[in-house]
C-alpha cells in the first residue's frame, strides 16, 4: 500500500515495535490497552480495600477475613482504551519547501494514528483550515479502517491560513480526560494557538506540540534584493508581500527573533508539562519519532 509517495508499508514496519504512553490519570473508555490509576476488573491485583456497603463480595478475601476479622476487598488494575487526536496544520505555510514539509506533515499524523491502533486505542485526525476543524476521516480503531482513511492523503491540499486557536476550540469532539492530543503546524502564526492548547489542558487533555520546519526557515541563505512573498497571503498586493534588500544585519537580526519564537514555545510547554519536539523536515521521520517522542516520554 502507499499513499502518493507519502506511507508505504515500509514506513509502517519500521513502527510495529513502538508505542504511545499516555497519562495514567486518563480515564478514557472500557476495553483498551493502557492501564491507568483506576481500579477495574482486569486480571492483575493492585490493591486491597476495606469493604464498605455496596461491594461487590465476590472480592472478598476470606484468607485476611481469618487473620484481621475484617473485610477486604481486592482491587485490580483497569485497562482503558484512550482517543488519540491529532490536529493538522493544513495552512499554505506548511507546503513550501517543495512540499517537504507538508508530506513530513502527513507522515507523522499517520505515523501517530498507527501507533494509537495498534495500542487497540481509538484515533483520529482533524484538518485545520481557516478558523475551521474538518473530519478527516472519522474516529477508526483498526488498522485496515485506518489505512482506507488515510489514503485520502492523496488529494489533501494546504492552502490559505489556519487559525489552530478556533478551530481547537470549536471542534466538538475533543474529548475530556480520554487521551491525547497532537499538533502538528510550524506555529507561524498569528492567532493564539496557546489559548488552544489551555482549552485542551482544561479539558484534561495529555498535549504534544510536534513543530515541522524547513532548512530554509532555520538557516535562511538569501542576499541581495528579493522579493518576499507570504504563503498565506491570497492577494498579490497584499501588504505582507514586499520587495528588500537582504542584508547580514537583517539575518541576524532573523535568527534573534526565531531563538525567541522557539524559546517561548519551549518555555511555554515547559510550565504547563506540554509535550513538545522540533523537526526539520529533511531529516528522517524516524528521528523524530524514536528520539524526539522518546526523550519526552510519549513514545516508548
Not at 21 to 45: I, L
Not at 48 to 72: C, H, M, P, T, V
Not at 195 to 224: F, I
Amino acid at each position: 500500500m502507499a499513499f502518493n509517495g507519502v506511507i508505504d508499508d515500509n514506513f509502517f514496519n519500521r513502527l510495529e515495535r513502538a508505542s504511545l504512553y499516555v497519562k495514567k490519570d486518563m480515564r478514557g473508555y472500557f476495553g483498551g490497552n493502557h492501564q491507568t490509576k483506576f481500579y477495574g476488573s482486569t486480571v492483575e491485583f493492585a490493591d486491597y480495600q476495606e469493604y464498605a456497603l455496596g461491594d461487590d463480595i465476590r472480592r472478598i478475601d476470606w484468607n485476611l477475613y481469618s487473620r484481621f476479622e475484617k473485610y477486604f476487598i481486592k482491587l485490580f488494575v483497569d485497562d482503558r482504551q484512550m482517543h488519540i487526536q491529532t490536529f493538522l496544520d493544513c495552512s499554505a505555510s506548511m507546503q513550501k519547501a517543495n512540499n517537504d514539509k507538508a508530506v513530513y506533515a502527513m507522515r507523522v499524523a499517520a505515523a501517530i494514528s498507527f501507533l494509537a491502533v495498534q495500542n487497540m486505542d481509538r484515533t483520529s485526525i482533524q484538518l485545520v483550515k481557516g478558523d475551521k476543524a474538518e473530519d478527516f476521516c472519522g474516529v477508526v480503531t483498526g488498522k485496515n479502517s485506518l489505512f482506507r482513511g488515510l489514503g485520502k492523503f492523496d488529494d489533501l491540499s494546504f492552502k490559505g491560513d489556519a487559525d489552530l486557536e478556533k478551530a481547537i476550540i470549536g471542534c466538538r469532539s475533543v474529548g475530556t480526560s480520554n487521551g491525547l492530543t497532537v499538533i502538528i503546524s510550524d506555529f507561524m502564526t498569528d492567532s493564539n494557538w496557546k489559548r488552544a492548547v489551555d482549552y485542551l489542558l482544561y479539558n484534561k487533555r495529555q498535549v504534544m506540540l510536534v513543530q515541522v520546519l524547513s532548512p530554509e526557515e532555520l538557516d535562511p541563505v538569501c542576499q541581495g534584493r528579493i522579493r518576499l512573498v507570504d504563503y498565506e497571503a491570497s492577494d498579490p498586493l497584499d501588504e505582507r508581500n514586499f520587495k528588500m534588500k537582504i542584508t547580514k544585519a537583517h539575518l541576524k537580526a532573523y535568527h534573534a527573533a526565531l531563538d525567541e519564537f522557539l524559546g517561548d514555545i519551549k518555555s511555554y510547554c515547559a510550565a504547563r508539562d506540554v509535550g513538545y519536539v522540533s523537526a526539520v523536515c529533511n531529516e528522517p521521520i524516524e528521528k523524530l519519532l524514536f528520539e524526539g517522542m522518546f526523550r519526552i516520554g510519549v513514545v516508548k
